[in-house]
């Protein structure tokens, strides 16, 4: 697997990008070389480009990364992946998106709602490459797969083990950054927190707003924001906010509080192993088997487009149980189970919106 290394220097990111996309599939394309046309390549067949944060995030973008890797010892593909860089533009999306499709790689797919825009003026110049687009449904083009997820109602079953195990009756939630799509995680915690114990209190606590992304990659905002929300009473914090969460979760570690993890069962992140105990559990989001299904549907010949939604009727979303502790607690799973199935079974609507 090639891998484009994140370059940290913002006043040089597209210059620099412009020099190390060359490296994603080996050889450097011809500038002359038209984006419907592909140079082709023998060792990369299928890409994805990170999200902020980039690898080793212990969330949203190891997953991908997860569904890649596999795709690579199951299928005998070769596989290719792209860091974000430090304060990039649109512009740097495209760039890269551009690159990994001259490259041969089939599909591409962006990591995350911000590769929208770019996706959207990518796509159509390469109509025999298949684009994928995570948590984002604005972009409709005949050659691109929407992966999309039910969050609020992961979070929502969040919110009921957290309402069930907090003795104080207080419990934190973290965004990374204050959008649409992290407000459902915001909505499905809080509906699940209250459903549970009408009487609860929910801190919830934005880390930036828009277009500040620093939300999803500083762990030190996430920690600060955990340490306040702790001080404030809370003894369980849950976090949706990428690489930041991470500190969130070290903050809760260190006072002796439930942290719950996001996107990826966090329990079981090698970067995360000193903190583990404190992982109460987490909302995971199967982003490793969407990215595979799309890299075996290519491979196969039937290129899968559209919305393709993952939600807890398909276990695309749902609660991690690998904390032994957490698998102790037959109070709180069965009213967690219980959720679910109603959930399923349409009993309860999960809010999108706080």
């Known amino acids: 697997m090639r891998r484009i290394t994140r370059i940290a ?22 500038d002359s070389t038209s984006p419907s046309s592909s140079s082709g390549s023998s060792e990369a067949s299928a ?15 190891d997953a991908a990364f997860a569904g890649l890797e596999k795709a690579e010892k199951e299928l005998k593909i070769k596989g290719a992946e792209a860091e974000p860089t430090d304060g990039e533009g649109e512009a740097d999306k495209v760039q890269r998106l551009t690159e990994l499709a001259r490259k041969g790689n089939n599909p591409v797919i962006g990591v995350g709602f911000a590769y929208g825009p770019a996706i959207k003026k990518v796509a159509p110049k390469f109509p025999n490459t298949t684009f994928g687009i995570i948590d984002d449904t604005s972009v409709q083009d005949k050659n691109v797969a929407n992966l999309v997820f039910n969050e609020e109602q992961g979070s929502y079953l969040a919110g009921v083990a957290a309402a069930k195990v907090s003795k104080t009756g207080t419990v934190g939630f973290i965004g990374g950054v204050e959008v649409p799509l992290i407000k459902k995680f915001q909505a ?33 905002l996430g920690k600060a924001a955990a340490q306040g929300q702790i001080d404030g009473g809370a003894d369980v914090v849950y976090a949706a906010a990428g690489l930041a969460g991470s500190g969130a979760i070290e903050a809760a570690s260190a006072k002796g509080k439930w942290a719950i993890g996001v996107d990826s069962d966090q329990y ?58 957490y698998k102790k ?11 679910k199935a109603d959930i399923i079974a349409k009993k309860i609507t999960v809010k999108t919106t706080p």
């Open 9 to 30: 220097t913002v006043g040089i990111a597209s210059a620099a990008l412009a020099l190390s996309a060359t490296a994603c599939g080996g050889k450097k394309s011809s």
């Open 47 to 61: 890409a994805i480009a990170y999200d902020i944060g980039g690898r080793g995030d212990q969330s949203f973008n």
């Open 188 to 220: 499905g915690f809080e509906q699940g927190v209250k459903d549970t114990n009408p009487n609860a209190k929910v801190l919830s606590t934005y880390l930036t707003q828009p277009p500040n992304f620093d939300g999803f990659a500083k762990p030190d």
């Open 268 to 325: 079981n992140q090698a970067g995360l192993s000193k903190y583990k105990n404190a992982i109460l559990t987490s909302v995971t989001k199967d982003v490793s088997d969407s990215v595979f299904d799309l890299i075996k549907s290519v491979k196969d010949g039937k290129p899968t487009t559209g919305e393709i939604r993952y939600g807890l009727d398909k276990d695309g979303v749902g609660l991690a149980d690998s904390n032994p502790e």
């Open 329 to 339: 607690m037959t109070e709180v799973i069965t009213a967690v189970d219980k959720a």
